[in-house]
């Protein structure tokens, strides 16, 4: 039986006619490759900068001169002249105020002393330092050795994965919870569960909380599984309290819960729900410091970073896994703090798009 061309033509023309009528899916086949694309390039590959940098300078006057002449025009450090001794830069170290400690020997040594919680923005440092003495070396001839002290955080050669996975565990906790609950509403409509509900006085504050309620159980099996899959099966360090750890992976999947909540609460399909999910899935995947360093990112860009649950979460799961820290630092605390205020922003955005649907 032969091909019918003029068939083929006709139902090809009807289905480019449907396509151009529904802006969205025109947007997600034209808009959405090309905002990943541009996503790739700002996040990926950048040089982080403004790094705090201590400096203990206690070396020869006109080495030191030239040596610090070098990397104050470095870009990516911010140096401090502040403390005293390497003790006290050690502690701004320990306390988050800088990323490392640059101590300019008597003898013309110079010993860098690393928070090696990040890879990524420790090289930067290195780098930075070793360029520096090149075109002090180039220019006097004299040979400047870089010693690198034990880490004030994280290990003397750590290994990729170990700065990956809280980055990893925080993508995955955030996009299942998001999944999860985006497709909440989307049956419950085309079967007219959710008119009857609505019927029956129910207010949508309170199927949004009973919904929530229900997907919190899924939330902590979730967590406990991703957090025990990282450190049993990867080996991965947790150097600060495992409760923490979880009890953070709960708050971003609360959020990312009311998150998914609203988006169920717009979309009629599960297609058109997927749709609605990709363009937040791709900024939580490259502009929360997941796969690099927001410090590397474009000063302007850097806001809506901030903006999201998942970059502040992913601070916090380094800061427990590799530093120990707890609460008492604000890198933890904020955590909490933005992912609940977070989740009750999205939850009265869901609550209000329902009750529009009433």
Known sequence: MSLNFTRVGAIAGRKFASLRRDKRMVGFIVIMPAIQILLFGIALGGTPTGLDVAVIDEGPTQLSTSVLV??????????????????????????????????????????????????????????????????????????????????????????????????????????????????????????????????????????????????????VGQVTVVILIAVFGFDIPVNGSPLLLFAVGIFLGLAAMCMGLFVSSKAKSEFQAMQLNMPVMFPVMLLSGILWPVEALPTFIQPLSWALPSTWTAEAFRSIMVRGWGMSHSEVWIAFVFNLAFAAFALMLAARSLKTRE
């Open 70 to 219: 070098e990397l104050n025009q470095s870009e990516p450090l911010v140096l401090h002249y502040d403390e005293e001794s390497v003790e006290s830069a050690r502690s701004g170290v320990q306390e988050g105020e800088y990323w490392a400690v640059i101590h300019i020997r008597q003898d013309g040594t110079i010993e860098l002393h690393l928070d090696n919680s990040n890879q990524q923005i420790s090289q930067t440092i290195i780098i930075e330092v070793r360029d520096a003495l090149t075109a002090v070396a180039e220019e006097s001839g004299a040979q400047l050795p870089v010693e690198i002290a034990e880490p004030i955080y994280g290990d003397a050669a750590p290994a990729f994965i170990d700065f990956l996975a809280p980055g990893i565990m925080t993508m995955v906790c955030f996009m299942f919870s998001l999944i999860l609950t985006s497709m909440a509403f989307v049956g419950e409509r085309y079967d007219g569960t959710l008119d009857r509900v609505f019927a029956a006085g129910t207010r949508p504050v309170e199927i949004l909380l009973g919904h929530l309620l229900a997907f919190s159980t899924i939330l």
